[in-house]
């Protein structure tokens, strides 16, 4: 395949084979669902962030925090390219390691 438009040669990553575990990128925050942040990272590709890898300390109401469209710098937990499953943290602790 093969494409000019500049939107998708700019992406970083076009699917999930695309990211590793430890890595840091950056997301766009969707919305809560069943306890866990949903973000975007680019394109089609999306993960979550679970409840407790929100914050470095528990939050009583991380909706309040985190609305939709704010951008966050997360660190890969777990990838699962063959399940299109993307697990990250936002724990400022684990980013900075």
Same mark, same amino acid.
């Given at each position: 395949?093969?494409? =000019?438009?500049?939107?998708?040669? &700019?992406?970083?990553?076009? &699917?999930?084979?695309d990211i $590793?575990?430890?890595?840091?990128?950056?997301?766009?925050?969707?919305?809560?669902?069943?306890?866990? =942040?949903?973000?975007?990272?680019?394109?089609?590709?999306?993960?979550?962030?679970?409840?407790?890898?929100?914050?470095?300390?528990?939050?009583? &109401?991380?909706?309040?925090?985190? $609305?939709?469209?704010?951008?966050?710098?997360?660190?890969?937990?777990?990838?699962?390219?063959?399940?299109?499953?993307?697990?990250?943290?936002?724990?400022?602790? =684990?980013?900075?390691?």
């Amino acid at each position: 395949m093969l494409t =000019l438009r500049e939107s998708i040669i &700019n992406m970083a990553y076009y &699917n999930y084979d695309d990211i $590793k575990s430890g890595q840091i990128i950056e997301c766009t925050a969707k919305m809560f669902h069943k306890g866990a =942040l949903v973000v975007k990272v680019m394109g089609k590709i999306s993960g979550y962030i679970p409840s407790m890898h929100l914050s470095d300390i528990p939050l009583i &109401n991380p909706e309040k925090k985190f $609305k939709a469209g704010k951008v966050l710098k997360c660190k890969v937990l777990i990838v699962k390219p063959n399940d299109m499953k993307l697990i990250l943290t936002n724990k400022k602790m =684990l980013v900075k390691s």
